[in-house]
């Protein structure tokens, strides 16, 4: 039986699926791997209903998506995975030793993939600013009892920040589990869109969500500041 459910939220993810998933096949049958696609115009889903527990179609939408996923776990911990994130081969035994050491929730650091240098620093950076905040992003993996989640009324129904809202109320319930073993996240949009740009725009929007802005006004900003070149 399954110790711990991966939810896994996907969207025209066909080019990269299979590799992504085949990966974690080593972690069945302690894990539940559980794919929630939100309505993707290619094989996403057919592709990976081989390599998974469950398949399911939902609405559109990342904290939709995962609070689908969360619904369907069977196991006491979630751990949520963005289709572009690979787990650390010792991430159960990290996850493990957060619970028996009376951890509700955590996050694992980040190394983000690519050649360029500046890719070190960022993650670093990253990594040292959720240490000292306490709030995860969701390229860290977070992980999570599924109780607790249920508590906090999981994902709020957001465009964008879901992950920092999550990790506020969890913080304020239980601190944080910061593994130190790192998963491996794209480095690509970063490079495409320029570091410092992107490092700026995110922080520019994590302000004004500090400020009270629409989530989902603060989701058009991001993809404009994203698609926006000189």
């Not at 309505?39 to 689908?68: C, F, H, P, W």
């Not at 081969?89 to 240098?117: C, P």
């Not at 944080?176 to 995110?202: A, N």
């Amino acid at each position: 039986m399954a110790d711990i459910s991966i939810v896994i939220p996907t969207f025209n993810e066909e080019v990269g699926i299979i590799t992504f998933l085949t990966k974690l096949q080593k972690l069945r049958p302690q894990c539940e791997l559980i794919v929630v696609d939100g309505g993707s115009d290619d094989d996403t889903s057919v592709l990976a209903e081989s390599y998974v527990d469950d398949v399911v179609t939902s609405d559109k939408g990342r904290s939709i998506q995962m609070n689908v996923g969360a619904a369907l776990a069977s196991t006491p911990t979630i751990v949520f995975l963005h289709a572009d994130t690979y787990l650390p081969d010792d991430a159960i035994e990290q996850i493990e030793q957060a619970i028996s050491e009376g951890y509700r929730w955590g996050r694992f650091d980040i190394k983000l993939s690519g050649q360029a240098k500046i890719l070190t620093i960022v993650a670093c950076l990253m990594n040292k600013r959720s240490r000292w905040t306490g709030i995860a992003t969701g390229d860290q993996a977070i992980f999570v009892e599924k109780s607790l989640f249920d508590h906090v009324d999981g994902y709020a129904d957001i465009a964008l920040m879901e992950d920092i809202e999550l990790s506020g109320k969890l913080k304020g319930l239980s601190k944080p589990y910061c593994c130190r073993s790192k998963v491996i996240s794209s480095g690509r949009r970063w490079l495409s869109f320029g570091v410092f740009r992107t490092i700026s725009l995110m922080w520019w929007l994590r302000l004004r969500y500090f400020m009270g802005a629409d989530p989902a006004d603060l989701e058009q900003l991001y993809r404009k500041g994203l698609f926006w070149t000189d």
